[in-house]
């Protein structure tokens, strides 16, 4: 099983940007498709954007479609989320997430989950 670390999180303004990091270790990186949920207080877990294992395939939800990307360096273990324009709605924490069969785009069936990193946007 693979093991997930998530750093990055923080207090910004509205219109600023932030850039999380999701450092994997246990098992090869390259072999799982990854992906960012964020769940807001008293609200559901939200997928927010997924890449495939080489990263050559990328998925958003439409709420931050534009505005964040996901990537993913496979030598350096390691998944980032670039987010910009930032909106207080994108309040939330988030994690990232391991799928040893999908994609990235699926919102369901993954492996394994980090601990998560707080995201939390002044107006």
């Known amino acids: 099983q693979v093991q997930l670390v998530e750093s990055g999180g923080g207090l910004v303004q509205a219109g600023g940007s932030l850039r999380l990091s999701c450092a994997a270790s246990?098992?090869?990186?390259?072999?799982?498709?990854m992906a960012w949920f964020r769940q807001a207080p008293e609200k559901g877990r939200e997928y927010v954007a997924g890449?495939?294992?080489?990263?050559?395939?990328?998925y958003y939800a439409d709420s931050v479609k534009g505005r964040f990307t996901i990537s993913r360096d496979n030598a350096k273990n390691t998944l980032y989320l670039e987010m910009n324009t930032l909106k207080p709605e994108d309040t939330a924490v988030y994690y990232c997430?391991?799928?040893?069969?999908?994609?990235?785009?699926?919102?369901?069936?993954?492996?394994?989950w980090g601990q998560g990193t707080q995201v939390i946007v002044s107006s």
């Open positions: 997430a391991a799928d040893r069969l999908g994609d990235g785009s699926s919102r369901y069936g993954y492996d394994a």
């Open positions: 890449i495939s294992w080489s990263g050559g395939s990328t």
């Open positions: 246990g098992r090869t990186f390259s072999n799982y498709a």
